[in-house]
């Protein structure tokens, strides 16, 4: 079984501020990690993705995820917040065996001016 | 535009009727993935085709069903519909094993 806990579901920052959103998981498997960000009545968009090979993903927007095996994590950060920014964020697992998507309870990301 | 496209965009029926929703995936992607989005149980994996048959099963209550046909759209049936069901119903497409999935905007269904 796999899992996905993001901690913190409400997360503020100031424009210009790091952003830092947390993401652990739990598989016992090789899993392929994503996360993807979903504005208001709209669909989800992938953000980034990691399934072999380098540990540091770099993805659209600026956000980038590093992928710690030994801390299970895969924190997503970007340096510089925007306005535009504010959204919902989901982690989400799969593996080789189990391609469909296991999401996290998503974070919500507020950016204050 | 992520190319999946689903229909109906909103959907508002009563209790114990049944709905359809329709889903085209990507030009080319052979999997859709139906997942089920509500406030109390979050992102939820329903059901997965590939190429027409059924691949994967999740949180799919047996009142609900899907197929996908031969051109590669998905439809997910959902019957006797209760009040828990009222939720945003997203499909999403993907290329390949090892490929992403992309995501539709979603049907958003609300039972009265």
């Known amino acids: 079984a796999q899992s996905v806990t993001q901690l913190g579901s409400h997360v503020s920052v100031s424009e210009g501020a790091l952003v830092l959103l947390r993401c652990n998981y739990s598989?016992?498997?090789?899993?392929?990690l994503f996360w993807y960000v979903q504005y208001p009545n709209q669909g989800l968009q992938l953000l980034l993705k990691?399934?072999?090979?380098?540990?540091l993903v770099k993805g659209i927007n600026g956000f980038e995820a590093e992928f710690k095996k030994s801390e299970t994590s895969f924190h997503l950060t970007k340096p510089s917040a925007h306005m535009s920014d504010a959204a919902e964020y989901f982690c989400?697992?799969?593996?080789?065996?189990?391609?469909?998507?296991?999401f996290g309870s998503g974070t919500r990301l507020q950016v204050q001016p | 535009d992520s190319g999946v496209t689903q229909t109906p965009k909103h959907l508002i029926t009563a209790t114990g009727q049944r709905v359809t929703l329709r889903c085209s995936p990507r030009?080319?992607?052979?999997?859709v993935y139906w997942y089920q989005q509500s406030l109390d149980q979050g992102l939820q994996f329903l059901i997965q085709?590939?190429?027409?048959?059924?691949?994967a099963k999740g949180n799919i209550l047996e009142r609900f069903s899907a197929q996908q046909f031969p051109d590669l759209h998905s439809e997910l049936n959902l019957s006797s519909l209760e009040l828990g069901d009222s939720a945003l119903y997203f499909c999403?497409?993907?290329?390949?094993?090892?490929?992403?999935?992309?995501f539709g905007d979603g049907t958003r269904l609300s039972i009265l």
């Open positions: 085709y590939y190429n027409g048959e059924e691949r």
């Open positions: 999403a497409s993907s290329a390949g094993s090892n490929q992403p999935q992309h």
């Open positions: 598989s016992s498997v090789p899993p392929y």
């Open positions: 989400a697992v799969s593996h080789t065996g189990r391609r469909a998507l296991t």
């Open positions: 030009s080319g992607d052979l999997s």
């Open positions: 990691y399934t072999t090979g380098a540990t």
